[in-house]
């Protein structure tokens, strides 16, 4: 993929080697703006209010649970860590996805729960072990605050706040969090330079010989389809109490059978939902943009770097407790020392700057205003 070209300088031609035909892979694209769904549309001041909310501690069950609490913007918006922080007094029982780029999902948690960034919202709020909180004590806290009253009346009309609104404006906020300006992104617009002789080697591999591309495809590099690939169970339920408690809530909470219950000691995955055999321990094929900066991997964070996850389908997967169901896709790769360190290479052109932002100032709840006394 090499040729050379003839530089002058004064009597001597210099042989300068520059890649030639640099490969753009049918399958991949640049990721252009966020759609935006017409029953949410977008103001500033709709986003400034769900960037509050965000970070907003009244919107969890014990007040103390914001969005934040499991997506800090400087842990590339989601935890460090194989498994969530969870509501206090619990664990959570999944990795924690990160925020950044959520906008241009179809459907988001692990096993696509949630058709929208603003059921997501809700989602994450109420659920057991990670906010806990019932949307009306929510709305009631936020109606003690008056700045809250001042915004919503101002962005949706409302006199006092409502909840379902909230999940709006923190949507609307969460849209903003993308990044679209990458050295991929650069490179797919046609900037030669954007990335490194050794990351146009990796993404050759990428979409050839490891065949990433098979899954990991579209500008948000994820089919948004359900595979096991043999990720290991989390290793925490073989020792940890609190999260062997989670675990078994989770079954129970999610319906499974009596013996399910009893005996199962890995994630179903999509199987929850469906309830299908067939799809027990698949996962939604997670995009891979910004994840320089959110290890550890996989649903469960099972895997702790890129060389990690290379490494990981290089073996062709793993084994866990759903193994008949491990999708054929996943088969050895036979790269080479240096083809993993290009692959690796190209893993990290689809990250760019670390997006950090301020966080707002902290609002205090007051006494509602009397009815019986005029303004």
């Known amino acids: 993929m090499k ?67 499991c997506h800090l913007p400087d842990a590339g918006w989601a935890i460090l860590s194989p498994i969530s922080f969870g509501y ?21 948690f692990w ?25 009306d004590m929510m709305e009631s806290r936020l109606a003690f605050v008056p700045e809250y009253r001042e915004r ?17 404006a923190i949507a609307a906020f969460e849209r903003t969090i993308v990044q679209t300006d990458t050295p991929f992104d650069n490179y797919m ?19 050839g010989k490891a065949n990433c591309i098979q899954c990991h495809n579209g500008p948000l590099l994820s089919d948004e389809k359900y595979y096991n690939t043999g990720v290991p169970p989390y290793s925490g339920w073989e ?3 609190i999260a062997q408690i ?17 005996s199962t000691k890995d994630d179903p995955g999509l199987y929850f939902r469906t309830k299908e055999v067939a799809d027990k321990g698949k996962f939604r094929t997670p995009s891979l943009r910004y994840t320089v900066y959110t290890y550890p991997y996989m649903h469960n964070g099972m895997i702790e770097t890129l060389a990690d996850v290379v490494e990981f389908y290089n073996q062709g997967g793993g084994e866990n407790e759903f193994a008949a169901n491990k999708s054929d896709l996943i088969q050895p790769l036979g790269l080479t020392d240096d083809e993993k360190a290009d692959l690796v290479a190209f893993l990290e052109s689809l990250s760019g700057e670390e997006i950090l932002i301020e966080e707002p100032d902290f609002v205090e709840m007051q006494p509602l205003p009397d009815p019986m006394v005029a303004n």
């Open 3 to 69: 040729h050379t070209t003839a530089i002058a300088f004064g009597m001597a031609l210099v042989a300068t080697p520059i890649l030639a035909e640099m490969p753009r892979p049918d399958g991949l694209a640049a990721l252009g703006e966020p759609p935006i769904p017409a029953s949410n549309p977008q103001t500033d001041a709709k986003v400034e209010l769900g960037k509050m909310l965000f970070f907003e501690p009244l919107l969890s069950g014990n007040g103390n649970m914001p969005c934040s609490a």
């Open 239 to 241: 020792d940890d109490e």
């Open 111 to 135: 096993a696509g729960s949630s058709g929208s960034l603003e059921h997501q919202a809700r989602s994450a709020a109420r659920g057991g072990v990670a906010g806990n909180g019932e949307d």
């Open 246 to 262: 989670t675990f078994r809530f989770e079954l129970y909470a999610k319906g499974v059978t009596e013996e399910m219950y009893r």
């Open 152 to 168: 919503f009346k101002e962005v949706f009309g409302d006199d006092w706040p409502n909840i379902r609104h909230a999940y709006d």
């Open 189 to 207: 617009r046609g900037d030669d330079s954007a990335l490194t002789e050794q990351q146009v080697r990796g993404l050759e591999l990428f979409a």
């Open 88 to 108: 206090p007094g619990t664990t959570h029982w999944r990795n924690s996805q990160t925020v950044v780029n959520s906008a241009y999902y179809g459907k988001l």
